[in-house]
């Protein structure tokens, strides 16, 4: 059992205008999780995620705040507060929060590990 408070969790800069905590995944600090990890994403307008996929992992973003677009696989889609996203494993995928700030849950199966993100070009 762990308990993860976002507060005490510094963000991981993936890109300028993103900030990503990794809340439950591998490691100590993270509860020791290798089956699935969760992340709270935000996108600051403006900006956006790397574009990039994940060769093994499966994950879901669920969006807790604002208005954006996904680009999944070369197709756009809108997506919005209260909609869940499932990206398979080689999806590229890339967020944008062009008009407002974003904010999603992302689970990741298994667990999250650096390695298992392959970063693409960085514009669309």
């Not at 100590?28 to 990890?37: A, M, Q, R, V």
């Not at 996904?70 to 996203?85: F, H």
């Amino acid at each position: 059992m762990k308990i993860v408070r976002k507060e005490d969790v510094s963000p991981i800069n993936n890109a300028e205008g993103e900030l990503f905590y990794e809340m439950i995944g591998r490691g100590e600090k993270l509860g020791n999780s290798e089956h699935h990890s969760l992340g709270h994403v935000v996108v600051k307008k403006g900006f956006s995620t790397n574009k990039h996929y994940h060769p093994i992992a499966e994950e879901t973003y669920y969006f807790i705040r604002g208005t954006g677009r996904m680009v999944i696989n070369e197709k756009e889609y809108i997506v919005k507060s209260g909609d869940a996203v499932l990206i398979n494993p080689m999806d590229i995928h890339q967020l944008f929060a062009e008009n407002e700030e974003v904010e999603a849950i992302v689970v990741c199966a298994p667990a999250f590990e650096i390695n298992n993100t392959v970063f693409c070009d960085v514009e669309e």
